[in-house]
């Protein structure tokens, strides 16, 4: 197996915070590109030649080359695992596990991204109220359906330990955050986020 030659195109705070905590998690080496983080021009023409969307993260593997992040997750664990952050077939969550990694984009990303939009990234005259509204309805039901079916008193979204899923989920909790939507969430959620958070990986991942 050819070693890792991983190149990240990163930017603090953005979803590119999944693979790189999981390189964190496997002691991978990598190295960071940091476009310019200019919402709508990410970048500039350099950056669009490597991902014609403008979108962070990107990621290199060798020849590889990879656009979409609960993707760079499952190849990374799984070129170079095996680890422990993926649930197995055999394991008895495994169908939970899948689940929830891909809740953490899927099902969330719809109201997330509207609620960054409509409370934050879009000039004040442009926002609309009643959009930023409804996102944070269909958020408040995520946020329930988390606590409740997701963790149920668990620690860990799925197999007893830290997971892809955990991954996918807290960096969309971590938006949530950024936009301040997140102090009315269940109690059950809020130390889930903190213990997570609190972990030397996440903050090694998320250092600058
Ligand atoms: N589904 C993609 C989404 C990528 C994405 O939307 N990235 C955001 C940062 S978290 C971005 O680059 N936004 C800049 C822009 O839209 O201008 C993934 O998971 O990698």
Known sequence: MPAPDITLYYAPLTRAIRPRWVMEEMGLPYRLERPDFKHGNVGGDAFREINPLQKIP??????????????????????????????????????????????????????????????????????????????????????????????????????????????????MLLLVKLVKQFDDVPDELKAYFKRVTALDSWKRATAD
Request: proline content about 4%; aromatic content about 10%; charged content about 25%.
């Open 58 to 171: 990107a990621m290199r593997d060798g020849s590889t080359l990879m656009l979409e992040s609960l993707a760079m997750m499952q190849y990374l664990a799984g070129k170079y695992g095996p680890t422990d952050l993926v649930v197995t077939p055999d394991e008895p969550d495994y169908a939970r596990y899948l689940e929830w990694l891909h809740f953490g984009e899927a099902s969330m990303v719809m109201a997330n991204s509207l609620m960054l939009a409509h409370t934050m990234l879009l000039p004040e005259d442009k926002r609309n109220p009643d959009l930023a509204r409804w996102a944070r309805y269909e958020f408040d039901k995520q946020a329930s359906v988390i606590a409740s079916r997701g963790l149920e008193g668990r620690e860990w979204i799925a197999g007893g330990r830290l997971t892809l899923a955990d991954m996918s989920i807290v960096y």
